[in-house]
């Protein structure tokens, strides 16, 4: 074998070897999606790799709100994800609040997001807010709580 198919089989050789590492974390990540119930295209997830989105965060996140029964799609994630926002923490955030009963659209969640704010902390305190006015915690004024 001569220096020239030498140095053309290591090329190939390297190119198959990177082809099949995409394609396994590709595989890996489109299996997680489907046995998570919310299945992502395989050719999404690397259309994803290329534009520089983490796959594994979108999948993450889907997987949590279809869980939580969240209507969310996919290119809300990664508009989301490409604005700068924190998917996982906006998904926690509207799965609590569907828990909670609280209405909560993703625009409105998303916009509080890109503007700096931890939405999911929002969530909790309303919920806590909620728990407590309902339970009637509060103590009567005038009193301190100890006798």
Known sequence: MNPIQLLILV????????????FISIFRLWLQA???GAPIQAYRLVSMKLR???PSVIVNARVL???AGVNVSVDQL???YLAGGDVLNLVK??????TAGIPLSFEDTAAMDL???DVLDMVQQSISEKVD??????QPAGETGTD
Do not use: C, D, P, Q
């Open 78 to 80: 990664e508009g989301h």
């Open 34 to 36: 489907l046995l998570g």
């Open 93 to 98: 955030a509207l799965a609590a609040a569907k």
């Open 115 to 117: 503007a700096g704010r």
């Open 52 to 54: 520089k989105i983490n």
């Open 11 to 22: 090329f190939f050789g390297m190119i198959s070897l990177l082809v099949l590492v995409v």
């Open 65 to 67: 709100a279809v869980t």
């Open 133 to 138: 006015g309902s339970l009637n915690l509060r």
